[in-house]
C-alpha cells in the first residue's frame, strides 16, 4: 500500500532510504509477476484444484469429486508400481551420478597434464538435449548380440553379460539411470570443481606436514569444507531424478510394460492419451508434494551439515 | 604441484575413464559414416570407406534448418526478456527490506520446486485460450515464465552482495530510476548476466516436451522436437538417424566449445548461489 501512494507522487518524493541506497519503485517488479503468475502459479493453483475434480479435459465440464482420485491411485497398480520406480530410479541416480561427479573432480583437480581436456569430455554431454542423449543410447543398447554395448562386451570377452538392455523388464529401469548418469555426471564434477576450488592449499600442506595421508586429508579437510556443493548436488539430481520424463518417453515410453513408466510419464498418459485430466492432476500433485516434501528435508538436513562440518 | 609416477598412473586411469565414457560418441559416430551394408555386417568397426551421403539427406529430411531457425528465435527473445525482466525484478527485491518484498522473493523460489508438471494441463488450456498453441509467442511467454524463478534467485543473490550506493548519484544528478537501472545497475550485473543467459539458454533450447506439446504439427517445432519425428520415422535406417542426430547435436557442441570457460563458470557459479 505505501509504495503504490508513494509512487503516485512526484518522483523526488519516492527516494526514501532503507538499507543505504534509494528504494528502486515497485512497478520493476511488476512484469516479472504478472508473466510468473501468469505462466506458474495459476496453472499450478488450477492444477491442484482440478486433482479434486472428475474433469475429462475436454470443455469446462467437471464435478468435484473429493479425494477419489487419490483413492483410486492407491489401487491403481500402474501409478503405483511408478511411484515405487521414481523412487528407485531417484535413489540410484542420486547416489551414482554424484559418486562419480565427485569421483571425476577429485581426478581433474589434480595435476595431470589432460586435466582441462577431460573436464571438457566429461561435461560436454551437459549441454546436449537429453532427446539426443537418449537416442544416441537406444544405439548403444541395441538388442542385437554383435551390436552397440553386447558387440564391445563380446569384444572384451564379457560376452555372458549381453542382455536386452531396454527389453527386460528387470534392467531397462536401470538402462535408462544410467543414461542419465552418463549425461549428468558432468554436471555434478562442475560443482564439485567449484567446491574443490574454495579449498584452501594451505590446510592441504600442513596436515601433510603432520603426515595426514591422501583419505585422511580428503575425511577431514576436503569432505567437509565440500558440504554446500553436495547439498546442492543433491538437491538438483533430486528433484531431477524425480520429474524424469523426457529420457523415459524417448527411450521406452514407459515400457517394457509398465517397467520404465514414472510418475511423470502416469501423468502425461493419463491426461493426453486416456483423456483423465482430474486423475492426471491428481498424480501431478502427488509428485508435487514428494518433490516439496524431499526438498525441505533435504535442505534442513544437508544445510545442518553444513554448519556444523 | 610435481609430475610424480602417481600422478602419471592417475593419467592413466582417467584416460582410461574418458575412453569408457566415450563409448556411446564412438557408435553414433562410426554408424553415422557407414552404409546400411557396413552397419549390419560390422556394426563396431571404423567405417571404410566413410561415406557422408546420409548427412545430406538428414538435413533435408529432418527439415533441421528451419528448425534451427525456430529454436534460435525462441530461445535468443526468451532470454532477453529473462534477463530484462529478471534483472529489473530482482533489483527491487534485493533493495527493499518490507515484507511484501520478501513475500515476493519466498514466492518466486517456491517456483524452483515445483515441478511444471502441476500446472501443466491447466497452461495447456490458458495457451490455447489466448490462442497461442503452436506459435512462438506461446512459446517464448511460456520460457520466461518457467525460468523466472531461477533468475529472480541469481540476480537478487548477486545484487545483494553489490554495494547498494552506485545509483545514488545518478538519482540525485536527475536520473530517472529507469535510466540509473539500465547506466548504472545493469552494467555492474554482466558476471550474473552471463551466468543467466548460459543457463537460461541451454535448458529452453534443449526442451523437448513443451514445445512437442505446444508446436507438434505447427511448422515451428525447434530441433529437439524435429529430431523426435525424424528418429521415429526413419527407426531402422541407423546411419540416417545417427547422421541426424550429429548435425542436430552440432550448433550447440560449437557453441560450447567456444563459450566452455564461461558455460562451465556459469553453471558453477550460478548453482552455487
Partial sequence: MTASVAAARPEVARRTRRRGGIVPPWWFAVPAILVYALVVLYPSIAGAGSAFTDWSGIGEAKSFVGADNFKQLLRDDQALGALRNTLLLTVAIVVVQNALGLLLALGVHTGIKSRLMLRLVFFAPVVVSPVMVSFLWKFVYNPAPDAGLNAALGAVGLGSLRQDWLGNPSIALWSVAFTVIWQCAGYSMVIFLAGLEGVPAELHESAMVDGAGTVARFRHITWPLLAPAVTINVMLSTVGGLTLFTQIIAMTNGGPGYATDTLSTVLYKQAFVFGKFGYSTAVALVLAVFVAAVSFLQIGYLRSRETTA | MKYRPRTFLLELVMIAVAVGFLFPVYVLVTLAFKDQQQIANEPLSLPSPPSVSSFGEAWRSAGL??????????????????????????YFLARTATRLSYSLYILFLVGIILPFQLGMIPLYQLVDDLGLLGTYQGMILFYTGIQLPFTVFLYTGFIRSLPADYTNAALIDGASHLQAFAHVI??????????????????????????????GGSGHETVPVRVFAFVNQYTSNYGLVAAGLILAALPILLLFLFLQRYVIRGFASGLKG
Fill in chain 2, 65 to 90: 534448418d528451419s528448425a534451427l531457425l525456430n529454436s534460435t528465435l525462441i530461445t535468443v527473445a526468451s532470454v532477453l526478456l529473462l534477463i530484462a525482466l529478471g534483472s529489473l525484478a530482482a
Fill in chain 2, 186 to 215: 545493469f552494467p555492474l550485473l554482466r558476471p550474473i548476466t552471463g551466468t543467466v543467459l548460459i543457463l537460461n539458454a541451454v535448458q529452453i533450447w534443449n526442451d523437448f516436451f513443451t514445445p512437442l506439446l505446444y508446436l
